[in-house]
């Protein structure tokens, strides 16, 4: 019988948020504000689901139904550049965070390498390491927050992602850009650094723009 690697099998299946039908059904209440679901509680704009419609009534259209996407998004990916003000190639398309922390994961993760993060953080970061085999070192919160010192402490030779959510999930406490360029001086030669001189200039970037500038789910940021 053939079985998945024991790191796999290990993996605790993500719980998602209930709907709020659900959850008023179980509990007996009414009129809940659901605050644990990433979620626009107002729904599309109206002209966004009149041009969708308007969309698809053109056979010819990019959302024909009969039809593959571009798989590239091509044109989104030329209209987040020019509203952004990056070029196109450092712009990544996923299916949520979720699939682009993925990526990340299976790009730079090999069995047995590691990844810093916090605890509790985004849970996806853990779970993605899991998969790949590689060791997820998981540093505690420090009131509330990223204690950087502390996962600066815990980078080796192995380590090959640090996962920094900001604000972070689910306590949203933030860190400011002084600590993050602290924490980057403490990144050893060639873990970064050394093999991507243009890292730091980048990393400025991040406080001078918006975080949805960056990976971005809607309604939740994460900094990778």
């Not at 590239?72 to 299916?95: C, H, P, T, W």
């Not at 993060?117 to 070192?137: C, D, E, K, L, N």
């Not at 933030?174 to 991507?196: C, D, I, L």
Request: net charge neutral; hydrophobic share 35%; proline share 7%.
């Amino acid at each position: 019988m053939v079985k998945p690697p024991h790191y796999v099998s290990a993996i605790q299946p993500y719980v998602p948020g209930k709907p709020v039908e659900e959850l008023e059904r179980e509990l007996g209440i009414r009129d809940s504000v659901k605050l644990a679901s990433n979620e626009n509680p107002l729904g599309p704009s109206p002209l966004v689901l009149k041009e969708i419609v308007n969309d698809l009534k053109n056979i010819g259209s990019s959302l024909s139904l009969n039809r593959y996407p571009d798989g590239n998004g091509y044109y989104l990916k030329q209209a987040l550049s020019m509203r952004l003000s990056v070029s196109e190639d450092e712009i990544i398309l996923g299916n949520g965070s979720n699939e682009i922390i993925d990526i990340a994961v299976r790009t730079f993760l090999q069995l047995g390498e590691e990844a810093v993060m916090a605890h509790p953080s985004f849970v996806v970061y853990s779970m993605a390491t899991q998969a790949q085999g590689a060791r997820a070192i998981k540093i505690p919160l420090k009131q509330y927050g990223h204690d950087l010192e502390a996962m600066a402490d815990a980078l080796t030779p192995g380590t090959k992602i640090v996962f920094i959510a900001n604000p972070n999930n689910p306590t949203g406490t933030m860190n400011t850009q002084a600590e993050f360029e602290r924490f980057m001086k403490r990144v050893p030669e060639g873990m970064g650094r050394a093999g991507y001189p243009d890292t730091q200039n980048i990393l400025k970037n991040v406080w001078s723009c918006r975080a949805q500038d960056w990976i971005r789910d809607w309604t939740k940021r994460h900094y990778c």
